[in-house]
C-alpha cells in the first residue's frame, strides 16, 4: 500500500491528522513524479500540471476503484498541491528575473516564455486567496479546475455539490477572480 | 459581507439567465433596490463574466512544466556541489542530473589519484541499507574484467546521508544517440551492440546482473583515439543496490523506480511477483534495446507507459505482444525515411533488411515466457553474428498462435468474406435449434429415467427434493418458479432466464451445484443425477460456460461407477456432446457423440429411438465441422430408418428433419432445404401443436430460407411472429431469440425502415454477445453481418470496430490457421483498402501470408495462393517491386514443384498457369507454358478442367485461338450444365470464339449452354435469374455485347416476377445492364438504367449509403463521355456529396469521382473551376497512394491536359513526364499499358502545343499506334490521339504526313511489327 493510500484510508476513517498529512505526502509526489520525468525526457520535454496530478492520481490511489471520498481527499490535496508547487516556480521566476535568488547559468527560452504567465499567476494566487477567505467552496472549486484539471462534473463530485450548482459557482467566481485582479492593476495604478 | 455576498451572487447568477442584456439590466435594478453599492458590485461582476470569456478555461496546463523545474527545492538544500569534497573524492563538474540524484565527474585523491563519475542519489533513501547491499555485491563487482564495463568501484554515503556510488569515468554519450550521431549502418549497430552482449555476459558469469540495462547505462566514448566507438556498460549493481526488495514497506521506492523506465522492463520486473530476477532479465533489456537501436523505438511506445496505470504498465509488458521490428518501420509512416537516412540506406531496403533473422532474434529476446528467451547474453551475441555471417540463425519465427496473437493485438480489427456471411449466420441457426431440440429431448429423457425404475424415481426424488429445497431457501417464489419452469411444454410459464424475486433460475442452479457435493456426500449416482438435472436447466437457458462442468461431472461420476457401456454414461455424453455442439464446440462434441452413438448400437441397437437420435445429433456435429457429405449419409439414414420405425409425426423424427433443413441450409442448398423445412413446418404443427419448440422454430427457419432467396418480404412475415414466439417461449435473453431477430433485421429493407433495422442490428448482435459470449460463432456471424451492414452506410468507425471484434474472435474460438479466420482477415484487408488505410491493409495481408506460411510451409499451395493474392494487391496499390518480387519466388517454388520428377498434373498446371498469368508481364512466359500445359493435360487424361483451361490459354498466347477454342469447348464439356458451360470456362470459350472470327459459334455455343441449363433446372428454378446475370456479365466482359444483352434483361425480368419489382437484386441487374450500354457507348440508354437503378436504391437504402454514391458515380460517368457532358457534372458533384455526408470522402472511390469530375470539367471547357479540384485530387492521390499509383498517375495527367487548356504548357509538362515515369512502372501490368501509351500521347501534345514538333512526334505517333494495336481503332483514346498525330502534321507544315494520317493509322511498314501479347 503507497502511502498516500494509507493517508487517504486514514483519512477516509475520518482521522483528521491524516488530512493534514496529506497535502505534503501529494505534493512531495507531485515534486518527485515531475523532477523524474523532466530529468530522464528530452531536454525540450514539458509537462503539463494537470495530466500530472491525473497521473499521480492514477499511479498512486488507481482509476475508477477509489471511492469518492478518497478522490474528493486527493484532489482538494493535489490541487492545493500544484497551486503551491506553480506559485513556488513563478516566485523564483520572478526573484531570477530581478537578479536576486539562487544562481542559475542560463535563461532558457522556455523560462521566457513562462515570464508572464508567472505574473499572472501570481496575481491569480492572491485572488484565490481572498476569494476563499469571502467563499471558500467556490475557491475551492477554482483550484479544482484549475490546478488540478478536473472538468464541471468531477469537481462537483469531489465538492458534494450539484453539477448545475459547480457550473454557477464556476461562473461567479471565475468573474470575481477576473474583477479581482484586473480591479487590482487599477488600484495599483490609483 | 456574507449576507451581502449570497445577495450578490444569487442576482449575478439569475441575471446571467437572461436573454438580453436589456433585461439583464433591468433585472439587476429591480434587484438591487436601489443599493448603489450592491448595484456597482454586481456591475462590476457581469462585466468581468463578460470579458472573462476564456478565463482561467486553459487550466494550468498552458504553464507547462519545463526542464528548470527539475531541482528547484531539491537543488536548494543541496550540500554537496562542485568544489567540495566527499570522502576521498573531489568534485570537479557536474555531468548530469535527473530524478535519481546527480552525477559528477570528480577527482579520487587516493591511493591513486584520477578521474571518477561520482553519482549522488538523492535523499530518502535507507542510506545504510543501499550501501550495505552494494558491499555485499563488492566482492563479484571487483572480479568483473571487461573492456566494455565501466565498473562500480565504490560506494558511501555524504555527510547528508546520501548514498553515492564511484564509477570508472566514461566520456561518452548513449549508444543510441552515438548511432544516430554517427548515421551508423544496421550491420555497424549490430557491431557495436554485440560487445555490449557480451559484456553483460561476462558480468553474468561473476554473478552480477545489471537489472537496468536502457541506453543511457550502455554509453559510447566519442574521443577514442583511433575513431572507433567503445561501448561501456556503466551503473552495474546500482539498481540492486538501490533496492527492489518489493515489500510493502518499500513499494513506493519500488514503485518510483518502476515508473523511470518501464520501457526497458522485463516481464518479471513489472510483474513484482517476488521472482527472482536472474540474468534472463538482462537478455530482455538487451532485447528492448536492440529493438530500439534498429527501429529507432523502444517495443511499446514510452508515451503510452507513461500514460498508463500502474496496472496496465504491468499488462502492457507482460501481456502485449511486441510488433516485430520490420513491421514496426512501416508503421512509422514519415518517420521511416529519417529513421532510414540515420542508417544510410533507403526505407524499403532497411525494412528488408530487418525482415526475418532480425525479427526471430529480437522477438527471441523478448520473449515474455524467460524460458523462451536466449538463455544468455552470449546466445544473443552469437545468433546476431551469425545473422552477419548469414548462417541460419537458432531463433525461429514463432508459432502461427502468437503471431496472430500479435496480430490482432496490433490492428484489433476484422472481416469475414461476404460469401461467408451468409453461410455462417445459417450454419449458427442450424446449430441453435438443434441445441435447443436436443437440450429439450434430454430433459424428457432424464425424466423419463427418472420414473421408469423404482430405484430411480427414488433417487429422482431425492434429487428433486434438494434441489427444491436449495431453491426455495433463497426465495420462496422460486419454487413455484421452478414447477413452473418448463419452458418447452408449457408455452405460458415464464421464461427460465427472467428474474424472480431478483434470483434466476439460473441464479438458483448455481447455488445448487455448489451444495451438491456435501448434500450427496455418500451418494454419487444422486448427485450425478442432481448435476444432469441442473446441467440440462442451465442448456436449456443457453448458459453454457455455466452448464459445461455440471454435465461433464455427471459424465465422469457415471463412468466411474456405471462404467462405458452403462445407459446413463452414455446420455451423459450425448448431452455433453450435445452441449459443446450448442456451444459452438463441435469439433470437441463429435468423440463423445460418437462414443455415445457406438454405445448406444450395442446397448439398444440400430433402431431404437435413442440410438437414432444421437446418430442425428451426429449428423449436425459433422455439417458443423463443414462435413457435408458425412453428415448428409447420417441424415439420409437416420430419417428414413425414424420415419419407419417412429412415423412421420414423432417429435424426433421432426427434430432430425429441423436438423437437416438447418444444414442444407448452412450449405446454401435452397431447393431440397426449403422443401423439408416446409414439409416439416405441416407436419409439426399438425402433431406437436402451435406451440411446440419444434414448431415455433421452423417458422423461423422457413423464414431464413426466404431471406436467403431474396424474399425479403416474406421472410420478414415469419421472422416477426417468430421474434414474439422466441420472446415469449424462450424470453427475452435466448440466443435464439436474437438469433431470430438478427434475421428480422435482416429482412427489413426500405428507407423508411432503415432505423428500426439497425436497432434490431445492434440489439441482436448485443444479445448475442452476452447471452452465447463474444467469441461463439452466432455472435460472430452476426456481427459479420452487422459490421458489413454499417460498413454499407458508411459508418467505417462503426463497422471497423465490429470488423476487429470479429477477428479477434475468431483467432479466439477457432484458431489463427482456421479458414474463417483466413478469411476475416482478407475481408479485412479489402475493407481498409476500401476506406483509404492503404498501408493497413498490405500489413494484414502480409500477416495473412504469415501465418497461412506458418501452417503450411513456404511451397505448399496455399501459402503460394495466398503470395499470389498480396502480389495482387500490392499491384493495386502501385507496389510494383515489391510485387514483382514475390511473383518471382512464387514462379521458382512452383517450378521446383513442376520439376520434380514425381510431379502430378496439378503442379504441373499451377506453374503453367503462374506463367501465363502472373501480374509483371515480363515474368509470364508462354513458350515454356505451353509444353507443360500439353503435359499435364496428358497426365490428367484431358478430364480436368482447370487444366485444360491453361492449355487454351497457353494457345491462345502463343498465337492459335483456333486450338484454344477447342480445348476450351473440351474444358466446358467436363462441367454440368448448371454452370452455363461453367460461366467463367464459357466465357472465355466466347473470347477465344469471337478472336477467330466466328461469331457464329460463339452464338451457337452460348444458345445452346443457356437452353442446356434451362432445362436441366427447370423454368421456374430461381437458380437461372442468379446464373444468367453472372452469364451475362462475364459474356459482357468477353466481349460479346449482343449475347450478354437478352440473358441480363432475362435476369432482371425474371428477379422482378420473382421477387417485386423494389428489390436490392432487381437494382444490381439494373446497373448491369447499364454497364453493358456503357461498354457499347450506348450513353443514353445506360443513363436510363443507371438512373432507374438510383431511384430504386435510394427508395430501398435511403440517399446517404455508399451504393448510392457509387451508382451516382456511375452514372456521372456515363453522362460525361455521352453528348452532354455537362449533364455530368451536378450529377458527380451529388455523389461527392454523399460520400462527404456518410465522413468518406477520404475513400478512394471518392478520390476517383473528383478525377472524374475533373475530367468532365475538362470536356466542358469549364478548365478554371477544375484546376483547383484537380489539384486537390492530385494531392490526395499522392498521400493517399504516393507517386507511384495508376491513379496518382492518372491525377496527374488531368492536370497535366487541364495546364495545356490553360495555356499553362510549360507548367503542365514537367507534371507530364512526371506522370509518364508514374506510368512507366505499369507497363508491366497488362490492364494498364494502354494507359502509358495514353500518358505519354498526352505528353507529346503538351510538347506540341509549346510548338517542340521533333519532340512531339514520336511520342504521339507512337501513342496512336500502341492505343491501336491494344484497344481497336474505334475506341475513344485512340480517336483523340489520331486527331493529335494529325493536328501535329498540320501545325508542323508536313501537309502529306497529316494527309496519310487523316486517313487513319498508317499500315506498320515502317515501324515493323509490333508484337502484342494477348491474354484473357
Same mark, same amino acid.
Given at each position: ?190 | ?105 570528480? *577527482? ?119 575513431? !572507433? ?15 527492489? $526488495? ?82 514496426? %518501420? ?34 527471441? !529476446? ?14 544473443? +551475441? +552469437? ?20 503471431? %496472430? ?38 430433459? *424428457? ?124 454414461? %452414455? ?34 441397437? !440400430? ?11 451426429? +449428423? ?22 425414424? #420415419? ?125 454477445? #452476452?447471452? #452465447? ?13 452487422? !459490421? ?90 502501385? $507496389? ?41 508481364? /515480363?515474368? $509470364? ?54 454452370? %452455363? ?16 472470327? /466466328? ?15 434451362r432445362k436441366s433446372v427447370g423454368q421456374d428454378n430461381p437458380r437461372i435469374a442468379v446464373e444468367f446475370n453472372a452469364a451475362g456479365v462475364a459474356l459482357a466482359n468477353a466481349g460479346h455485347y449482343s449475347m450478354a444483352e437478352p440473358l441480363l434483361l432475362e435476369a432482371l425480368e425474371l428477379n422482378r416476377e420473382l421477387l417485386g419489382s423494389e428489390h436490392g437484386r432487381v437494382a444490381d441487374g439494373l446497373r448491369n445492364l447499364a454497364g453493358l450500354y456503357h461498354m457499347q457507348g450506348r450513353y443514353a440508354e445506360a443513363g436510363r438504367a443507371y438512373r432507374e437503378a438510383l431511384a430504386l436504391r435510394r427508395k430501398l437504402l435511403g440517399d446517404d449509403h455508399l451504393l448510392v454514391a457509387e451508382t451516382l458515380h456511375s452514372l456521372g460517368n456515363t453522362l460525361r463521355l455521352g453528348p452532354d457532358a455537362a449533364a455530368a457534372i451536378p450529377v458527380l458533384r451529388q455523389a461527392l456529396d454523399t460520400y462527404r455526408r456518410l465522413n468518406a470522402d477520404g475513400v478512394p472511390a471518392a478520390s476517383s ?12 471547357? $469549364? ?70 501509351? #495514353? ?82
Open positions: 500500500m503507497s502511502e498516500i493510500t494509507r493517508i487517504l484510508a486514514a483519512a477516509r476513517e475520518g482521522d483528521a491528522r491524516a488530512a493534514d498529512e496529506l497535502l505534503p505526502a501529494v505534493y512531495h509526489e507531485l515534486r518527485r513524479l515531475a523532477a523524474q520525468r523532466l530529468a530522464r525526457e528530452a531536454a525540450d520535454e514539458t509537462l503539463e500540471p494537470t495530466a500530472l496530478v491525473h497521473e499521480v492520481y492514477l499511479r498512486l490511489v488507481g482509476g475508477g476503484r477509489a471511492d469518492w471520498k478518497s478522490r474528493a481527499y486527493f484532489f482538494a490535496a493535489a490541487a492545493e498541491a500544484m497551486r503551491r508547487i506553480l506559485i513556488e516556480r513563478a516566485r523564483q521566476k520572478q526573484r531570477l528575473k530581478r537578479g536576486g535568488g539562487r544562481q542559475r547559468v542560463e535563461l532558457d527560452e522556455a523560462d521566457l516564455i513562462t515570464e508572464s504567465d508567472s505574473i499572472g499567476l501570481l496575481a491569480l494566487d492572491e485572488a484565490l486567496d481572498r476569494l476563499a477567505a469571502e467563499n471558500p467552496v467556490k475557491a475551492e472549486l477554482v483550484k479544482l479546475r484549475y490546478f488540478a484539471g478536473l472538468t464541471v462534473q468531477q469537481s462537483a463530485d469531489v465538492l458534494g455539490i450539484s453539477r448545475a450548482t459547480a457550473d454557477r459557482y464556476w461562473l461567479y467566481a471565475r468573474a470575481w477572480l477576473y474583477n479581482d485582479i484586473t480591479e487590482g492593476d487599477d488600484s495599483a495604478g490609483a | 459581507m456574507g449576507a451581502d455576498g449570497q445577495d450578490i451572487e444569487g442576482i449575478f447568477s439569475a441575471a446571467l439567465e437572461k436573454a438580453s442584456a436589456l433585461e439583464r439590466e433591468e433585472f439587476v435594478e429591480r434587484a438591487c433596490r436601489g443599493d448603489p453599492r450592491l448595484q456597482g458590485r454586481v456591475r462590476a461582476l457581469l462585466a468581468a463574466h463578460d470579458q472573462a470569456e476564456g478565463f482561467l478555461d486553459g487550466r494550468c496546463s498552458e504553464l507547462p512544466l519545463t526542464a528548470d523545474f527539475a531541482d528547484p527545492g531539491e537543488g536548494s538544500d543541496r550540500a554537496e556541489g562542485v568544489g567540495t569534497t566527499i570522502g576521498r573524492y573531489e568534485l570537479l563538474e557536474l555531468l548530469g542530473e535527473g530524478g535519481f540524484g546527480s552525477v559528477y565527474k570528480a *577527482d579520487q585523491l587516493e591511493p591513486v589519484r584520477r578521474k571518477v563519475a561520482l553519482k549522488i542519489l538523492k535523499a530518502g533513501m535507507d542510506t545504510a541499507q543501499v550501501i550495505a547491499r552494494f558491499e555485499a555485491e563488492r566482492q563479484a563487482q571487483a572480479m568483473m574484467d571487461h573492456p566494455n564495463i565501466a565498473k562500480t568501484l565504490d560506494a558511501g554515503q555524504t555527510e547528508t546521508g546520501r548514498p553515492y556510488f564511484v564509477m570508472e569515468l566514461v566520456d561518452g554519450v548513449p549508444i543510441t544517440e552515438y548511432c544516430d550521431q554517427k548515421n551508423l549502418t544496421t550491420r555497424e549497430r549490430l557491431g557495436l551492440f554485440m560487445p555490449v552482449c557480451r559484456a553483460v555476459q561476462h558480468a553474468h558469469t561473476k554473478g552480477i546482473i545489471h537489472r537496468d540495462i536502457k541506453p543511457s547505462n550502455v554509453l559510447v566514448t566519442l574521443h577514442d583515439p583511433d575513431g !572507433a566507438g567503445v561501448p561501456k556498460v556503466i551503473d552495474f549493481g546500482i539498481a540492486k543496490a538501490t533496492g527492489d $526488495r518489493l515489500t510493502d514497506k518499500t513499494v513506493m521506492t519500488g514503485f518510483r523506480q518502476f515508473i523511470g523506465t518501464p520501457a526497458y522492463m522485463s516481464p518479471e520486473q513489472a510483474e513484482m511477483s517476488g521472482l527472482d530476477v536472474d540474468t534472463r532479465t538482462d537478455v530482455y533489456s538487451l532485447g528492448v534495446l536492440l529493438y530500439e537501436l534498429l527501429t529507432g523505438r523502444t517495443p511499446f511506445d514510452p508515451q503510452a507507459l507513461r500514460q498508463a496505470s500502474y496496472g496496465e504498465i504491468q499488462q502492457i509488458i507482460c501481456e502485449e505482444e511486441p510488433v516485430r521490428p520490420s513491421l514496426r %518501420l512501416s508503421t512509422l509512416g514519415g518517420d521511416l525515411a529519417e529513421l532510414a537516412r540515420l542508417r544510410r540506406t533507403e526505407p524499403q531496403a532497411l525494412s528488408r533488411l530487418l525482415r526475418g533473422d532480425l525479427d526471430w532474434i529480437v522477438l527471441r !529476446a523478448l520473449e515474455k515466457d524467460r524460458t523462451r528467451r536466449y538463455e544468455t547474453a552470449a546466445g544473443l +551475441a +552469437a545468433d546476431i553474428q551469425r545473422h552477419l555471417s548469414h548462417e541460419p540463425v537458432r531463433a525461429g519465427p514463432p508459432g502461427a498462435t502468437y503471431r %496472430l496473437r500479435k496480430f490482432v493485438r496490433r490492428n484489433r480489427v476484422a472481416v469475414t468474406a461476404a460469401g461467408l456471411v451468409a453461410a455462417a449466420v445459417l450454419l449458427g441457426l442450424a446449430v441453435a435449434t438443434a441445441g435447443f431440440v436436443q437440450a429439450r429431448r434430454d430433459r *424428457d429423457l432424464a425424466q423419463g429415467a427418472r420414473v421408469r425404475a423404482d430405484a430411480e424415481a427414488r433417487r429422482a426424488q431425492a434429487v428433486s427434493t434438494f434441489l427444491q429445497e436449495m431453491l426455495a431457501s433463497v426465495d420462496p417464489m422460486q419454487l413455484r418458479q421452478l414447477s413452473a419452469f418448463s419452458p418447452y411444454e408449457d408455452a405460458g410459464a415464464s421464461p427460465g432466464g427472467e428474474f424472480v424475486g431478483g434470483f434466476s433460475v439460473a441464479d438458483m442452479a448455481r447455488g445448487a451445484s455448489a451444495k451438491i457435493d456435501q448434500a450427496f456426500a455418500g451418494d454419487p449416482e444422486l448427485a450425478a443425477a442432481a448435476r444432469e438435472t441442473i446441467g440440462m436447466t442451465l442448456r436449456g437457458l443457453g448458459l453454457y460456460h455455466d452448464a459445461a462442468p455440471e454435465l461433464e461431472a455427471a459424465l465422469e461420476i457415471r463412468r466411474r461407477i456405471h462404467g462405458d457401456r452403462h445407459r446413463d454414461t %452414455l446420455r451423459s455424453a450425448l448431452q455433453l456432446g450435445g452441449l459443446l455442439a450448442d456451444a459452438g464446440r463441435s469439433a470437441e462434441a463429435e468423440p463423445l457423440v460418437r462414443f455415445a452413438l457406438e454405445g448406444m448400437w450395442q446397448v439398444y441397437g !440400430a433402431e431404437h429411438a435413442r440410438t437414432l437420435n444421437c446418430a442425428s445429433v451426429l +449428423a449436425l456435429v459433422l455439417s458443423d465441422q463443414g462435413r457435408y457429405a458425412e453428415s448428409h449419409r447420417f441424415f439420409e439414414e437416420t430419417l428414413r430408418i425414424q #420415419r419407419r420405425v417412429l412415423g412421420d409425426r414423432h417429435r424426433d423424427t421432426l427434430a432430425t428433419m429441423l436438423h437437416w433443413s438447418g444444414s442444407y441450409l448452412s450449405q446454401g442448398r435452397l431447393t431440397e432445404g426449403q422443401a423439408l423445412a416446409r414439409e416439416l413446418y405441416d407436419l409439426a404443427r399438425e402433431a406437436l401443436g402451435p406451440d411446440d419448440s419444434i414448431t415455433i422454430l421452423s417458422k423461423p427457419l422457413i423464414g431464413w430460407w426466404y431471406l436467403e432467396q431474396g424474399r425479403y418480404d416474406r421472410a420478414e412475415e415469419l421472422l416477426r411472429p417468430g421474434l414474439a414466439d422466441c420472446r415469449r417461449i424462450l424470453g427475452g435473453e435466448h440466443p435464439l431469440t436474437y438469433i431470430t431477430m438478427h434475421g428480422l433485421a435482416r429482412s427489413l429493407q426500405g428507407r423508411e425502415r432503415q432505423e428500426e433495422k439497425e436497432r434490431l442490428h445492434l440489439e441482436a448482435l448485443a444479445g448475442l454477445r #452476452r447471452t #452465447r459470449g463474444e467469441d461463439h460463432w452466432h455472435t460472430l456471424s452476426t456481427t459479420v453481418d452487422v !459490421a458489413q451492414w454499417l460498413d454499407g452506410k458508411g459508418k467505417f468507425g462503426e463497422a471497423g470496430e465490429l470488423y476487429r471484434a470479429l477477428l479477434a474472435g475468431c483467432v479466439r474460438a477457432f484458431g489463427s490457421g482456421h479458414p474463417r479466420t483466413l478469411a476475416a482477415m482478407n475481408t479485412l484487408a479489402d475493407f481498409l483498402e476500401r476506406t483509404g488505410a492503404l498501408q493497413e491493409s498490405i500489413w494484414i495481408r502480409f500477416d495473412r501470408l504469415a501465418v497461412i506460411e506458418d501452417g503450411a510451409g513456404r511451397t505448399h499451395g496455399v501459402t503460394v495462393a495466398a503470395v499470389v493474392d498480396l502480389a495482387e494487391a500490392l499491384v493495386r496499390l502501385g $507496389r510494383i517491386a515489391e510485387a514483382r518480387e514475390l511473383t518471382e519466388e512464387v514462379l521458382a517454388i512452383r517450378r521446383r514443384f513442376a520439376e520434380r520428377p514425381d510431379a502430378d498434373a496439378t503442379s504441373i498446371n499451377n506453374y503453367a498457369w503462374s506463367l501465363l498469368t502472373c501480374v509483371p508481364i /515480363d515474368l $509470364r512466359d508462354p513458350e515454356a507454358a505451353l509444353p507443360l500445359a500439353e503435359r499435364a493435360v496428358a497426365m490428367s487424361g484431358g478430364r480436368q478442367s482447370a487444366v485444360l483451361d491453361t492449355l487454351a490459354l497457353a494457345y491462345s498466347m502463343t498465337g492459335d485461338d483456333r486450338k484454344a477454342a477447342e480445348v476450351q469447348q473440351k474444358a466446358c464439356e467436363q462441367l454440368p450444365p448448371q454452370a %452455363l458451360g461453367g460461366v467463367g470456362y464459357g466465357a472465355v470459350l466466347v473470347r477465344y470464339l469471337l478472336r477467330t472470327g /466466328d461469331v457464329g459459334a460463339a452464338d451457337r455455343f452460348v444458345a445452346d449452354s443457356v437452353e442446356g441449363f469521382v473528383k478525377l472524374d469530375l475533373v475530367l468532365a470539367l475538362l470536356r466542358v471547357g $469549364r478548365f478554371e473551376e477544375a484546376e483547383p479540384l484537380a489539384r486537390e485530387t492530385l494531392a490526395r492521390c499522392r498521400t493517399l497512394y504516393g507517386p507511384e499509383h495508376v491513379d496518382t498517375a492518372m491525377a496527374m495527367r488531368a492536370l497535366g491536359r487541364l495546364l495545356i487548356e490553360l495555356g499553362e504548357a510549360r507548367q503542365a509538362e514537367p507534371i507530364l513526364r512526371q506522370c509518364v515515369v508514374a506510368f512507366g512502372r505499369f507497363h508491366l501490368i497488362e490492364s494498364e499499358k494502354w494507359r502509358v501509351a #495514353r500518358a505519354r500521347g498526352t505528353l507529346g501534345y503538351c510538347l506540341a502545343s509549346l510548338r517542340r514538333f521533333d519532340e512531339a512526334e514520336p511520342l504521339l505517333v507512337e501513342s496512336c499506334r500502341a492505343l491501336h494495336a491494344m484497344k481497336g481503332e474505334g475506341f475513344i483514346a485512340t480517336r483523340i490521339a489520331l486527331e493529335r498525330v494529325v493536328a501535329l502534321y498540320e501545325a508542323w507544315g508536313k501537309a502529306d504526313e497529316a494527309a496519310r494520317w487523316r486517313a487513319g493509322v498508317p499500315g506498320d511498314e515502317e515501324h515493323g511489327v509490333q508484337s502484342r501479347s494477348a491474354a484473357p
